[in-house]
């Protein structure tokens, strides 16, 4: 939160300028953010190179996306926020970090996984397999 206004003082303008604000902080200095990204627009190059045309086909891409992309947030949150605690090595916030990485694995598996199945069915499709 950017401003020293209490939570039910700000404006909704104030409220979304310091979640932008938080997208910002989040993707800059992320590797991570760029790896999925770019992963992201293949995926979507694929899905219309493929011909995707279900609103339901594309629906689901883009919430696999979204989700792999929250995941990635948080995880960077969680960091950000261990940080600032303590720069002391500390078991529980190193376990606390390995979890937010394995809730971006997670993701991010369970992403591809949606992905190359609905892919490879309008693949199946295109090629007449079936």
């Given at each position: 939160?950017?401003?020293?206004?209490?939570?039910?003082?700000?404006?909704?303008?104030?409220?979304?300028?310091?979640?932008?604000?938080?997208?910002?902080?989040?993707?800059?200095?992320?590797?991570?953010?760029?790896?999925?990204?770019?992963?992201?627009?293949?995926?979507?190059?694929?899905?219309?190179?493929?011909?995707?045309?279900?609103?339901?086909?594309?629906?689901?891409?883009?919430?696999?996306?979204t989700?792999?992309?929250?995941?990635?947030?948080?995880?960077?949150?969680?960091?950000s926020?261990?940080?600032?605690?303590?720069?002391?090595?500390?078991?529980?916030?190193?376990?606390?970090?390995?979890?937010?990485?394995?809730?971006?694995?997670?993701?991010?598996?369970?992403?591809?996984?949606?992905?190359?199945?609905?892919?490879?069915?309008?693949?199946?499709?295109?090629?007449?397999?079936?």
């Amino acid at each position: 939160m950017h401003t020293n206004k209490p939570a039910g003082q700000r404006t909704w303008s104030e409220k979304f300028g310091d979640a932008f604000h938080g997208v910002k902080a989040g993707v800059r200095g992320q590797s991570s953010f760029f790896v999925h990204f770019f992963v992201a627009a293949l995926v979507l190059a694929a899905a219309a190179a493929l011909g995707v045309s279900s609103l339901a086909e594309w629906g689901v891409l883009l919430l696999c996306i979204t989700v792999v992309l929250c995941a990635e947030m948080f995880n960077s949150a969680i960091e950000s926020l261990a940080r600032a605690i303590t720069g002391d090595v500390d078991p529980h916030v190193g376990t606390a970090l390995d979890i937010g990485s394995a809730a971006v694995l997670l993701a991010s598996i369970g992403a591809a996984l949606v992905g190359s199945i609905l892919l490879a069915n309008r693949l199946g499709i295109l090629m007449g397999w079936w």
